[in-house]
Each structure stands twice: as C-alpha cells, then as structure tokens.
C-alpha cells in the first residue's frame, strides 16, 4: 500500500524506533498489518491446524484436496481460491456457529502464549496515546484478529479477509490481500490520506 504522505515499513527487530512512538503527529490515520508486524507467524495457518486437531479424516481430506487448491490456485484471485478449497474441505458440515465457537476458543488459547511483538503493540498504543486513528488491514481473517485481540485488551478497528459459509462448508468471500487492501480501507472510510503504515511485507 501506499500512504498519502509517509510510510514506514518496519520489522520487529526495530525495537527502538517503535518503543521510541509518534509523538508529534497526532490526529493522523495510521495503517498497521497484523501477521509480522503485531504478531509472529500466521494467525489462520494457526487457526487452520487448531481445526484439523484430532481430525485425521479431515486431515486425510484436506492432502486429498491439495492438488485441487493447487490448480485453484493458479486461476485469478488464485491465494483466496487455495484457501477456500482447503477450508471447506477442513469445515465441511460444520455449522457456522461452532466454526465461530472454534475461532473464539482457539483465540483465548492464545491469548495465554506470547505471539504478540511487545513493541509492535506498544507502537499502536503510542498512536492511540497521541490522538491518532490507528486501523489494522490484514490478510487475515478478519473475525479471528478481532477475537486475538481482544485476548489482548486491544481495541482498534480491524479490516481483514471475510468468511462465510458456502454449499455446507467454510469459505474466504474476499480476501484482503495486496491492492485489495487499498479497495477494503476505502470502502471502510479510510481513503489513502493516511501518513504512517507499518508493514513487514512487500505487498503491502
């Protein structure tokens, strides 16, 4: 993404920069990512295998299908189409409502292990602190960040990748990923007149 004014991209190693906070930009919209730049690894991958647990019919389904998200994956908006097969397969009969109860209890579970990067959040709140708006868009599903940070007792606005169920099965209907992220934060009432992003991806 590209902000109206100023970007930085950061990774977590740049403790002293983000401890370090913006004090002399307040009332400004800010961009945060969630995988890489608050919190290490990824979190659906995570979520993903939570659900395969103790599954080992759904996790024979889930190798059986992979040649098929492969393909799937080759076709436009190709990274949502691999998800989707692989998660329906993983979620198929499954009811929205358990899958939903599975995604708050796999978030508590975490909240209890140190996935976060202290001085990302610490960043964030520096932010909040100075007055600004702070919004995070990540490639994520958008309903499993929301949960993760609640564990956290953080409360920022979250735009991520939607999921919804299709044909008995869980599914990604968008997938905020690359340009797509900048489609998302415009619809959302964020337009690209932010002055800070913080990101450890080139896509971003």
């Known amino acids: 993404m590209k902000p109206g004014q100023r970007a ?18 307040a009332g400004t919209r800010v961009v ?29 389904g889930v190798v059986l299908a992979a040649p098929l998200a492969i393909v799937a994956g080759l076709l436009p908006d190709g990274r949502r189409r691999f998800a989707s097969v692989l998660l329906w397969v993983a979620t198929a009969g499954v009811a ?24 990302g959040l610490a ?13 995070i868009v990540t490639g994520a599903a958008e309903d499993l960040v929301v949960e993760l940070l609640r564990e956290r007792g953080v409360d920022v606005p979250v735009i991520g990748s939607q999921l919804n169920r299709t044909a008995g099965g869980m599914v990604c209907t968008d997938h ?17 007149t932010w002055q800070w992003t913080y990101s450890d991806s080139a896509a971003d």
Request: charged share 25%; with cysteine; net charge neutral.
């Open 8 to 25: 930085a991209s950061v990774s977590p190693a740049q403790t002293n920069e983000l401890a370090a906070g913006p004090a002399s930009i």
């Open 32 to 60: 945060f990512d969630f995988d890489g730049t608050l919190r290490s690894g990824d979190a659906f991958i995570g979520f993903f295998l939570t659900l395969l647990r103790g599954a080992p019919v759904r996790w024979l």
């Open 96 to 119: 929205e409502e358990a899958f939903r109860t599975a995604m708050r209890d796999h978030a508590r579970a975490q909240g209890s292990r140190e996935r976060f990067y202290e001085e």
């Open 123 to 135: 960043c964030l709140r520096a932010h909040q602190d100075a007055g600004d708006e702070p919004v």
């Open 176 to 192: 905020c990923f690359g340009r797509r992220k900048l489609a998302l934060l415009a619809k959302r009432g964020y337009p690209a």
